[in-house]
């Protein structure tokens, strides 16, 4: 059954979610997991645009909150009595989001990639991409996608609203 078990891991409702569902499988498994979190350009942009005004290592900051991230999914894992390992993959040149989370299961052994997902379609899909999607396509083992709840979904959507107050089709 499934022993190794990556868990990317970004800070949102689905990734929790995802990290939720793989601890439950774990459990009943008797298997650990390995929860792994990717800087990338992406992270850096987004953490620039969240950090405006602010004159600090802009870099610095989004390494100690991806560290703080990863450690409190550790503890989440741990309190479940999950053995769990964290990786901070800073990858700026290592390439997209969903390479690294496949190069990090052939890396680990991973049995199994757990991953919530936003279940984005038409417009927001279109802008946003779907890592979700890519990792699916090319993993090498099998990836257990773990949809956002109503409720976080329709928060998320909200966020990609477009101009005339109309929800881009999820």
């Known amino acids: ?36 979190h990717i800087l990338d350009e992406l992270s850096f942009a987004l953490g620039m645009d969240v950090y405006v005004g602010h004159s600090g290592d802009w870099l610095g900051a ?8 990863l450690e409190k999914a550790r503890a989440q894992a741990q309190e479940a009595g999950v053995e769990a390992e964290v990786v ?24 199994l990639i757990v991953l919530g997902t936003h279940g984005r379609r038409g417009l927001s899909r279109w802008a946003m991409g779907s890592s979700a999607e890519h ?18 979904a329709k928060v998320e959507s909200e966020r990609f609203s477009l101009p005339d107050g109309q929800v881009a089709n999820q």
């Open 62 to 69: 989004l390494r100690a909150n991806a560290v703080t991230l």
């Open 1 to 36: 059954m499934y022993q190794r078990i990556l868990v990317p891991v970004d800070g949102s409702s689905t990734s929790a979610e995802g990290l939720a569902e793989a601890i439950r499988l774990a459990k009943l498994t008797g298997g650990r997991l390995r929860i792994v």
């Open 135 to 152: 990792i699916l396509r090319v993993a090498p083992v099998p990836v257990l996608l773990i949809r956002a709840p109503e409720a976080a």
């Open 88 to 111: 901070l993959r800073d990858g700026f040149k290592a390439g997209a989001v969903h390479d690294q989370v496949v190069t990090e299961a052939v890396d680990s052994k991973a049995d």
